[in-house]
């Protein structure tokens, strides 16, 4: 890396200007509520670790309507992730089976399998 | 083939970015969606058990520490992007904040 690396400028609305970069910036975006969402399972990883009645107090919490509105958002936001995610992955894990490579449709058909895998095994652990 | 020089940033965000993609629409789809409504309940005590057993330990740090760092790392990125720099104090707030859910949750399950 240089010492003093040229950094051109850039106007801060440059991803206004095409659909597909803010297609762009929505997708990187996502990362905002991921980050967010994982704190508030922390808070609740916090409270558990405090006793019942906090406990009880979090899921009193995340059943409020500001925070089932933010987790809604947040849903919207890691589904959004999840989907982006998968399209990618026979690009960033090119699998090659014998010497063939492998089409990317079975890499991102096989990463949708273990979403619903995981999901269900997640709901069944929750006590649906 | 160009080797990254940073592995150790962007192997724990894309182990972050396949954890986040697998678990979270569902995770907030629970806190978020059945709980408040009503079809699950969650009781202290299992939840409990989960982060008392040390394998429930180790998962519930992975679900929550790898996305964190994920995020961090990402929206360093972005902020580049966005023409906010890529100096000290981005990324400082981005790792920073990433640094202090991951202490805040190993402390939560080591003091469980």
Redesign the interface.
């Known amino acids: 890396m240089s010492r003093k690396p040229y950094?051109r400028?850039?106007?801060?609305t440059?991803?206004l200007r095409q659909p597909r970069y803010v297609v762009y910036?929505i997708r990187?975006?996502t990362?905002?509520f991921?980050?967010l969402?994982?704190?508030?399972?922390?808070i609740?990883?916090?409270r558990?670790?405090q006793g019942?009645t906090a406990?009880?107090a979090f899921?009193a919490a995340?059943?409020s309507p500001p925070?089932?509105l933010?987790?809604?958002v947040?849903?919207a936001f890691?589904?959004y992730?999840?989907i982006t995610?998968?399209a990618v992955t026979p690009k960033?894990m090119p699998l090659r089976i014998k010497d063939e490579p492998l089409s990317g449709k079975i890499i991102v058909g096989g990463?949708y399998a273990?979403?619903a895998f995981?999901?269900l095994l997640?709901?069944i652990a929750?006590?649906? | 083939m160009a080797r990254s020089n940073k592995p150790v940033l962007w192997l724990p965000f894309?182990a972050g970015?396949?954890v986040?993609?697998?678990?979270?629409?569902?995770?907030?789809?629970?806190?978020?969606?059945?709980?408040?409504l009503g079809?699950?309940?969650?009781p202290?005590e299992?939840?409990?058990a989960v982060?008392h057993n040390p394998i429930g330990k180790l998962i519930?740090f992975g679900?929550?520490a790898l996305?964190?760092w994920?995020?961090?790392h990402?929206?360093r990125?972005?902020a580049h992007?966005?023409?906010?720099?890529s100096g000290l104090g981005v990324k400082a707030t981005c790792y920073g904040?990433?640094v202090l859910?991951i202490v805040?949750?190993a402390a939560?399950?080591l003091?469980?």
């Open positions: 950094v400028a850039v106007r801060r440059w991803w910036m990187e975006l990362s905002l991921i980050g969402y994982s704190a508030w399972l922390v609740g990883l916090v558990l670790g019942r406990w009880e899921l995340t059943s925070a089932v933010f987790q809604l947040c849903l890691a589904a992730h999840s995610w998968f960033a990463h273990a979403w995981v999901s997640v709901l929750a006590g649906v | 894309a970015g396949l986040a993609a697998l678990i979270m629409p569902v995770l907030i789809l629970i806190t978020g969606l059945l709980v408040p079809v699950l309940d969650l202290y299992r939840m409990a982060a519930l679900i929550l996305p964190a994920h995020a961090a990402r929206l990125m972005t992007d966005l023409g906010l720099g904040s990433a859910v805040a949750a939560a399950l003091a469980v």
